[in-house]
């Protein structure tokens, strides 16, 4: 209803202007002139066609131009301007009508005359020559009015990956839209390049309306320039407008590009102009056709994770292709300045998502935040740039001061294979600074003292002039731990010990002689042998047969004095001493009493056998007697 | 042959003896050389020197002295206090280390000492002496004590000054015994460090990626409690705080 009311109220201004017009104004009728240029006059089939028409008097002009009957053309109405001026009295104004024509079929044309009435009469143009050609690749004319209109619901391009052609070829489509990407598999961060194509055959009449596919999961940048251009596909010209974008999958698995939709409004193939005064008419003229929504195809992607293996350390997920550099801002600082380490890192990939290169250890330096900025730069078909990492230094030491090889390792997609980069050692020479005056913060030390001194300054204590060349407490060995505790607890012991012995042989003379026997018996053997040395036979003889009778006695608990021989040789035999060693001592024994109450010469030979005997007989008697 | 052999222990003696007056002689020159830089107010030259020393090998508490000072006159007061902290350790008596380390402390930022007079006394008695020092006392007094039973036995069981004597002495060889146990746990086992960098950010993880929960002043004596590749933990026992600082901005007691 509300689109009826504005038709009729068109047609009454309408009708309104050409009543108008029939009255005579401050202009007469013969400067009213009319022309009509074609652009361009040879054209093929299916090819757009300019037609202005434009109308200029000295008169306040109001009339629309009325065209001839064109069947062999489709025929918009592409737009009207007007240019009205008052000067000096003078009424002049400039109408120009535009129309596009499209040619359905080859041939020579003559196109007007278009004439249009002013005051009753009529002003008409030359008519026009016009040539057109047949479609250069298999050309089929274009569907009956109506066609594209049919078609539109269907106008879905096919998604991607095939060439365009395929679209066309199938759905014979005036208008539709294509997403592409360059690759299907790719790794994480490794750039895919996303083409959005609008192919047309027919001319918008408004701006069209791009909303971009969802793409959750990448990171997005736009690639400029949109790019115009015009393309055949089945033997039909179309206008192609491409728009890229380069998608950089953040995740890894199965990711999804939605379709993207382009709206437009187009021509209402329809209606026909043919009546200007009739609905159809200023339908086409002034309506803003037919609103039409394409989309395209979800386009899915698998993307893998950048492989576990063989990861190198300083490996930050960065995936692409780049180089490295890194400097200092100066070669020279004192101790505390501020110094600028710059690592830059530049190649092609996902400038935005590079990672902070990881710093070897700066010895010497204090480290503070690092601060990044990147730089990108979109061309042909790649995004490449820089990514700027500065990291404040502050070196706290004297001296030439060495920032170690800094590495940067990064994931080839191309090559499939973790790659290193490297820059060599950086120096810095740091000179002394400003020595800080250290105050105390902590009022510990006292100003004056009690006995009148008064403190002008305080400072530390000077150096130590002597310093020994071996230090003062070297750490004392685990034995001699052990020993140290070990041995008073054994002396202890011993000396109780050695106190109950000493008691023991203090009371009890018996156990006091059967202790000492032995040496007592060494004793006189001794003596024994010293007297044989001197050929003194009757000394020698004694010293052995006290030898062989104290010993005998101490270890039998007996006197010395008391015991006698016989008593002795019983008491062995008692013990269980063999006769045989019994008899050897009976005949030691006379031996040495001979001897000694009967004096004569002795050889030394003998009393050193005589000597020998008695030893190797004490032996034997001392194991009988101990047992 | 046993001239010879006498000989030759002279002539081993001998060389030896000279070797240790070069060594000397070269150690005495480097100090010489450093104090002389210091005087002037080089003091990266006396460092140098200093540490020339201390990498041949010689490690005393003089030295670990002289480098608190050469450092805390180029301003590094969390250094200083290491080495002052290092020199004390190896002669916990000498009086100019303990005056300098004072005055040191003195110069960083803490937070008001709430510790009680009796612990205190303790702390300070704790520290007097090392753990060596203090074994090699138990030691002595061990020896006395044993040495008291012998003198007691000896008496058999008569002598009353050798009993109170020996008793005595046990109690204190006990006390002595327990102390140095306590002091050798505790130098094994708890580890102190010095910052050494300005405002050292503790962070609440070992990692860059870890948030800064605080700063320590530099010369901060704080406690080491782990170690995670390139950080380490560090306690403020007196405000209650845990953090990770990196490796290079404490200087741990060696």
Known sequence: MRHLFWESLLKISIGLAVLLFNQPLLTSAQDISIKAVVKPKQASVGRHIQLVVAIEGKANLRNVPQLPDLPDFQVYGGGRSSNFSFINGQVSSTLQFTYVMVPKRAGQFTLGPISIEYKG???????????????????????????????????????QAGPPGDAAQKENKAIFVTTTVDRRSVYVNEPVILTFRWYSRIPALSQPQYTAPDTSGFWAEDLPPQREYMTHIEGREYKVIEIRQVLFPTTSGKLT????????????????????????????????????????????????????TKRPRDFTGTVGKWSLS??????????????????????????????????????????????????????????????????????????????????????????????????????????????????????ALPQTTGAGVKIIAQDIRYLKTEIPLHPEAPPLPPLFW??????????????????????????????????????????????????????????????????LIGYL????????????????????????????????????????????????????????????????????????LSK | MKRVFFLLIVIVNMTSWSRAQEVQGVFEQKAEEARIAYDQGEYTQALKKYLELKKQGLESSQLYYNLGNTEFKYGHIGKAIAYYRQA???????????????????????????????????????????GQTLALLALVTYIIFCSSIAMFIWQRGKGFFWRWTGSIIGVVFLLLATWACLRIVKERNV??????????????????????????????????????????????????YKGWVRSSEIWEDE
Do not use: C
């Not at chain 1, 382009?262 to 002034?286: A, E, G």
């Not at chain 1, 202890?492 to 009371?507: E, I, T, V, Y």
């Not at chain 1, 001794?526 to 007297?531: F, I, T």
């Open chain 1, 121 to 159: 009469k009529t002003y008409s143009t030359q008519p026009i020559q016009m040539t057109v050609t047949g479609a250069a690749q298999g050309f089929t004319p274009p569907g009956r009015p109506g066609s594209v209109q049919r078609s539109q619901p269907q106008a879905r391009s096919r998604p």
């Open chain 1, 257 to 308: 590009i939605g379709p993207a939709e382009l709206t437009v409004h187009i021509q209402d193939f329809q209606r026909k102009i043919r009546d200007p005064f009739s609905d159809s008419f200023f339908r086409n003229f002034f309506s803003t056709g037919q609103r039409v929504n394409l989309q395209s195809k979800p386009i899915t992607m698998q993307v893998q994770p950048v492989p576990a």
């Open chain 1, 326 to 443: 890194a400097g200092l801002d100066r070669t020279e600082a004192k101790v505390g300045e501020a110094v600028t380490l710059e690592v830059r890192i530049f190649g092609q990939g996902n400038v935005k998502s590079v990672g902070k290169p990881r710093l070897p250890p700066l010895t010497g330096f204090k480290v503070y935040e690092t601060i990044s900025s990147s730089e990108v730069q979109k061309k042909a078909d790649t995004i490449q740039g820089v990514k700027i990492y500065r990291t404040l230094l502050r070196p706290e030491v004297t001296g030439t001061l060495s920032i170690p090889p800094i590495t940067y390792s990064y994931f080839n997609p191309r090559r499939k294979k973790f790659e290193q980069v490297k820059v060599p050692s950086l120096h810095l020479k740091v000179l002394p600074g400003e020595v800080p005056t250290l105050v105390p913060v902590v009022g």
């Open chain 1, 482 to 547: 052990i020993a140290g505790f070990l041995f008073p607890p054994l002396g202890l012991l011993g000396f109780r010990a050695w106190q109950k012995q000493r008691d023991r042989l203090a009371a009890d003379p018996r156990y006091a002689r059967k202790i000492t026997a032995g040496r007592s018996a060494q004793r006189a053997l001794k003596q024994a042998s010293s007297a044989r040395l001197r050929h003194d036979a009757k000394e020698f003889y004694a010293a052995l047969a006290q030898a």
């Open chain 1, 553 to 624: 006695a101490d270890e039998m608990g007996a006197s010395r004095s008391g015991i006698t021989q016989r008593e002795i040789l019983w008491q062995l035999h008692k013990r269980g001493a063999k006769e045989q060693l019994i008899t050897e001592l009976s005949e030691l024994f006379d031996e040495t009493d001979f001897a000694r109450f009967a004096p004569s010469e002795r050889e030394s030979a003998a009393m050193a056998a005589d000597e020998q005997k008695a030893i190797e007989l004490l032996t034997q008697l001392g194991r009988i």
């Open chain 2, 88 to 130: 004390q350790k190896r002669a916990p008596g000498d009086a100019d280390i303990q005056y300098n380390l004072k005055y040191a402390r003195s110069m960083v930022p803490r937070p008001e000492d709430k510790t009680g007079v009796l612990t205190k006394l303790f702390q300070a008695l704790m520290q007097r002496f090392s």
């Open chain 2, 191 to 240: 580890r102190w460090g010095v910052i050494v960098v300005n405002q050292a950010e503790a962070r609440n993880g070992p990692g860059e990626e870890n948030q800064v929960g605080f700063t320590v002043p530099e010369g901060r004596e704080v406690l080491v409690l782990g170690y995670e590749k390139e950080w380490k933990a560090i306690g403020l026992a007196q405000e209650g």
